[in-house]
């Protein structure tokens, strides 16, 4: 069993930044990626980044400009992912998770095998 313990949400005011990191219990190298989604209330799961555990390649989600904002990175000897996040908009107000995936970087959240409990990032007007 793994825990992923996501951390770094909270209330920001727009056009702040958040860095959110999320540490692995342990690395298992039946994992090949990471990523990080989003739940707004009302929403579905939304994917946001991913990154390969071997080779560091990385994905960001197109919606909302997250490519030009959101930035996706690992440090493999703290088993952490990192999400750092800048020029933040209101609409960027969700409970963000991270996951664990032994199919490579995906988008689809059924792919990804653990999740940790979520972190609550809040971008005031």
């Known amino acids: 069993q793994v825990v992923l313990v996501e951390s770094g949400g909270g209330l920001v005011q727009a056009g702040g930044s958040l860095k959110l990191s999320c540490a692995a219990s342990?690395?298992?190298?039946?994992?090949?990626?990471m990523g990080w989604f989003r739940q707004a209330p009302g929403k579905e799961r939304e994917f946001v980044a991913a990154i390969a555990l071997s080779g560091g390649g990385t994905y960001t989600g197109d919606s909302n400009s997250m490519k030009g904002r959101f930035t996706i990175s690992i440090d493999s000897t703290k088993n952490t992912v990192y999400l750092q996040m800048n020029s933040l908009k209101p609409e960027d107000t969700a409970v963000y998770y991270c996951?664990?995936?032994?199919?490579?970087?995906?988008?689809?959240?059924?792919?990804?095998?653990?999740w940790g409990q979520g972190t609550q990032v809040t971008v005031s007007s």
């Open positions: 996951a664990a995936s032994a199919h490579g970087i995906a988008i689809v959240a059924k792919l990804y095998d653990y």
């Open positions: 342990r690395r298992t190298f039946s994992f090949s990626a």
